[in-house]
């Protein structure tokens, strides 16, 4: 058992986290990657911990260039990713309730993936200047015996967006109230693993997604998950820049566009809970 220490409990889209404020790194800083791992696993346990698809340690930045905070993000299974889309919201919310940033202003988080910048929106959304969704050509996901085409799209981390055929449907793709199991994917496209989304059209410029997160299993939505499938959306459909979509997550709604090459996400953030804890 560790001494007590803070943390916070939000979700964007019903992605969860754990934020754990540790601004100086003296908090959790001093743990070596194993003991790291294993807090961050026993965190986001759901039954035996708090509960959530990944870890915020929110950390002041040692990087000028990253700005003055930075999101160290980690999957539920202790794993790194490069970005999280919808934990960054979540994280950019936290400062602002704490008073750590000016809300009026736009809000620099550091990433592995670069700074990102985050706006508050009038009706309390927050939108994510993303950067680039990079599209790097087709592949192949497998699940349960069906194999689709997928479009491998680089987001800061890796994705495979792969549309259903007509007939298929989000719901099939699993026994009922079942997660999704694990899609097979081409190690030699992905060797670092990689997020899965499926997709289905609702109509024009909108789409729905279950996804399948590299180190998190099934989630209820992933913010950089639904900006590649965004993208892979708008290529096909030959969209011009600037044009809206709207992707539904099984947690919500996410509004997304490209503008200026850049892809800008916009969506609800939530903090509902603190604490202190010794796992
Ligand atoms: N849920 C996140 C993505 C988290 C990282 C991902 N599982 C990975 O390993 O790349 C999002 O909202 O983007």
Redesign the pocket.
């Known amino acids: 058992m560790s001494a007590p220490y803070p943390f916070l409990k939000g979700h964007?889209t019903e992605?969860d986290f754990v934020l754990l404020p540790d601004h100086d790194g003296t908090v959790h800083g001093g743990l070596d990657e194993d003991a790291w791992q294993t807090r961050v696993r026993a965190l986001c346990h759901r039954r035996a911990g708090i509960g959530g698809?990944?870890v915020l340690r929110v950390v002041r930045s040692t990087r000028p260039e990253d700005g003055t905070w930075f999101m160290d993000?980690r999957?539920a299974d202790g794993?790194v990713?490069?970005?999280?889309?919808?934990?960054v919201r979540v994280f950019a919310l936290h400062l602002v309730q704490e008073g750590l940033v000016d809300p009026a202003a736009p809000i620099a988080v550091g990433t592995r993936d670069g700074v990102k910048t985050v706006t508050v929106e009038d009706d309390g959304r927050l939108t994510v200047d993303m950067g680039l969704a990079r599209l790097l050509g087709t592949t192949e996901v497998s699940l349960d015996g069906r194999t689709w085409p997928a479009t491998h799209v680089d987001v800061g981390?890796?994705h495979a967006v792969a549309f259903l055929a007509d007939g298929e449907d989000l719901d099939g793709l699993s026994g009922p109230g079942q997660p999704l199991a694990a899609p097979a994917y081409d190690a030699a496209v992905y060797p670092a693993?990689v997020?899965v989304e499926l997709v289905v059209r609702r109509g024009p410029h909108h789409v729905a997604l279950r996804v399948h997160?590299?180190?998190?299993g099934e989630?209820r939505?992933?913010?950089?998950?639904a900006c590649a499938v965004m993208a892979a959306a708008a290529a096909a459909d030959g969209a011009p820049e600037g044009t809206a979509y709207r992707v539904d997550v099984p947690g919500g709604t996410l509004s997304i566009a490209v503008v200026d090459g850049r892809v800008r996400m916009t969506g609800p953030a939530v903090v509902l809970a603190r604490g202190t804890t010794t796992l």
Do not use: F, Q, V
Not at 81 to 87: D, P, T
Not at 221 to 225: A, F, I, K, N
């Open positions: 964007g992605n698809d990944g993000y999957n794993s990713s490069e970005m999280c889309g919808n934990g981390n890796p693993g997020n997160e590299r180190g998190s989630t939505s992933c913010g950089t998950g």
